[in-house]
């Protein structure tokens, strides 16, 4: 839609590239039964105040539930504040109310209850992957993660998390191009982090993170599968264990190169899992069809379309 915005004549009808439907009157591709601006072409949907009409047609964008409010110059959101002191400057907020004394007012503060000068929240891994959970993070928001467990690094890039304390949708990657994964950090160490809440071609992450605290913890016990198809690609449970430490049993070789004529180190179990060497190659060159395992323990990740058991050593491969 945008390249044809540079197509059209010097004219605004020229340029109308909206689409009006029976359903959807002002033809932004959003149905008017739930468009925030039903009369005005807004596919992005933006309400920066939250009060359920879209910033085209709200009259007062930056205060919730006004229609009638004042810019001064100092003063954007026109709440009697300006700019340079208002705890919200862009959220009109005549109260200025802090609950947790953060510096951040309430009505633009993620988490009011919680002090954090950042901004970034605390909230649990199954918080940002569980698709049941009661809280609902945006991807692009800053988190904070409490005293999640390293299952696994991978060198200058970064590292896999673990809740200990739960065992579905409990593990994430943090992506760090290096900053702890580089030699800094080591598995079973327990941490606490703030990041950016972000969602990779499939892969949950969290990137840009900060390290706050570090602690010994117990080793993670590996979850155990009892069918490894329902961790392969579109199995039933791929979403629940991805990022987690996990183990399969009795597996066979079924297609040592599934990317041939190309090779990438990887291959297949079962007719239905991958196998990676994003970590180790420790199985490299690849073990040839009919090969048995009697277990295997390894991060579930997912790359390139596809879920992959991801062993970090040859202790983690059982013959």
């Known amino acids: 839609d945008l390249f044809e915005l540079f197509q059209c004549e010097e004219t605004r009808e020229s340029c109308d590239i909206s689409d009006p439907t029976e359903e959807d009157a ?37 205060a919730a539930d006004r229609i009638d409010c004042t810019h001064t110059p100092g003063d954007i959101d026109g709440d009697g504040f300006s700019t340079v002191i208002d705890n919200c400057p862009w959220l009109y907020n005549a109260d200025q109310l802090d609950a947790d004394d953060d ?39 800053l988190v904070r993660l409490n005293d999640v467990v390293i299952s696994a690094i991978r060198a200058d890039v970064g590292f896999y998390v673990q809740d200990p304390s739960i065992d579905r949708y409990a593990g994430i990657f943090v992506y760090d191009g290096g900053t702890y994964s580089s030699g800094t950090l080591s598995p079973g160490v327990q941490i606490s982090i703030t990041g950016v809440y972000e969602e990779f071609f499939g892969l949950s992450e969290i990137t840009e993170p900060d390290l706050i605290s570090t602690s010994t913890a117990a080793p993670l016990a590996p979850i155990a599968i009892a069918d490894p198809c329902t961790i392969g690609t579109d199995g039933s449970m791929m979403e629940i264990y991805e990022s987690m430490w996990v183990e399969v049993g009795d597996i066979v070789v079924s297609d040592s190169n599934p990317d041939a004529p190309e090779d990438y180190g990887e291959f297949e179990v079962n007719d239905c899992l991958r196998i990676d ?25 997912y790359t390139y379309s596809n879920a992959k058991l991801v062993p970090t050593s040859a202790e983690d491969i059982d013959e």
Not at 29 to 44: F, Q, R
Not at 286 to 300: A, I, K, N
């Open 26 to 62: 002002d033809g932004d591709g959003v149905s008017d039964e739930t468009d925030t601006c039903p009369s005005a072409y807004d596919p992005l949907q933006r309400d920066h105040d939250g009060d359920g009409t879209g910033d085209v047609c709200d009259p007062c964008p930056l």
């Open 103 to 141: 510096g951040l007012g309430d009505v633009c503060d993620a988490c009011p209850e919680e002090a954090s000068a950042d901004g970034a929240c605390s909230v649990r891994i199954s918080d940002l992957r569980d698709p049941d959970s009661e809280r609902d993070i945006a991807e692009g928001s």
């Open 277 to 301: 060497d994003q970590i180790t190659d420790v199985l490299v060159p690849q073990p040839d069809v009919g090969t048995t395992f009697s277990s295997m323990r390894g991060v579930l990740t």
